[in-house]
């Protein structure tokens, strides 16, 4: 009888553990992940090379009429600086992921962060990958 309770439970963590994958493979391969709200900076992966991230960050930020007021980039890492005619600083970090993908944190405001700022620029990038 335990036995049989055991291998049925086993069978079920193992159902849900496979369901489990088959919801990431089927998230990575739609292309974009969901945007998550951690810390204050709004982040999500792209299926996009890291160049190709970087221009897209920097025409959203053109595209909503803010000039890139600071560019850092590092072998891996490129964060872009910027602020909102309010005073709102902006920082956007590309990071490379993978050859063929970036993920992406846009956070809005120094002390309180703006998401739904966040997610505007966020959004604009995106549409130009």
């Known amino acids: 009888m ?3 309770i055991t291998v049925f439970i086993l069978s079920g963590l193992l159902l849900l553990n496979i369901y489990g994958c088959f919801t990431l493979f089927v998230g990575a391969a739609a292309g974009t992940g969901t945007a998550v709200w951690l810390s204050g900076k709004l982040a999500q992966e792209f299926n996009a090379p890291y160049e190709r991230t970087i221009n897209a960050a ?14 850092s980039k590092q072998a891996n890492i490129t964060q872009l600086k910027s602020k909102y005619s309010n005073g709102k600083e902006i920082w956007i970090d590309v990071r490379k992921v993978t050859d063929s993908s970036s993920k992406v944190e846009v956070r809005v405001g120094a002390v309180s962060s703006d998401k739904e700022a966040a997610t505007k620029i966020l959004n604009r990038i995106q549409s130009y990958l």
Not at 58 to 71: F, I, Y
């Open 58 to 71: 920097q025409k959203a930020l053109r595209s909503l009429k803010l000039e890139v007021r600071k560019e």
């Open 2 to 4: 335990y036995k049989k």
